[in-house]
């Protein structure tokens, strides 16, 4: 499973869900989901599944599409449930329940590219951007997570989403949003993101 705060939806992969031997709801075949990168994928539907974290089961509704991952829990399902990402202890917390994503000491991989603006860019106060960026450093594997910037400097209020990327790609999309009452501005050769390999 992928903890990932850049999906506004909760996704689950076609074939896992036939497994499962549960209802499909049938959507339109005109419903598709964009990816950060603006490709789309087509929703196969939705289901009623329970989650399981810790001692507590949680019902929710995902989209059932074809996806390479087995499932990819969204930011619906935290927002829906009040869950907290904290990426300092690697843990979702709520009300009821503290789960470890991962075990420390496992795999400790500090962050080794650094995500440059390629340009200035202006994001609005109250609004996510998908803006470009680009390493400038030799790229020794192909698929990265991105990790906020631990910057004294970086501009306080933009959050950066933690998303799966191609990084061999000429521009590296990388989504983020302005949570301040003010516009951000992030100057052109900023490092505005930090990149670990995928393992």
Known sequence: MIVDTGANVTIMREDIAQQLNEKIIWTPSCVTLQTVTGGKIPIIGKMNFKITFGNSAYSHTVYVAKITDNFILGLDFSEKYNFILDFK???????????????????????????????????????????????????????????????????????????????????????????????????????????????
Do not use: M
């Not at 795999?107 to 106060?125: G, L, M, N, Q, V």
């Not at 997570?145 to 004294?152: A, N, S, W």
């Open 89 to 199: 202890d690697s843990s979702l917390h709520s009300t009821t329940e503290d789960v470890t994503l991962f075990r420390k000491g496992v795999s400790e991989i500090k962050p080794c590219y650094r995500i440059i603006a390629s340009s200035d860019f202006t994001i609005p106060s109250r609004q996510e951007l998908i803006l470009k960026g680009y390493t400038d450093q030799e790229k020794n594997f192909r698929l990265g997570v991105f990790g906020y910037p631990d910057f004294e400097n970086f501009p306080k209020g933009v959050l950066v989403a933690s998303t799966l990327v191609d990084i061999t790609k000429e521009a590296i999309p990388v989504r983020c949003a302005n949570v301040s009452d003010k516009p951000k501005i992030i100057k052109k050769g900023k490092v505005w993101a930090t990149c670990i390999p995928l393992t």
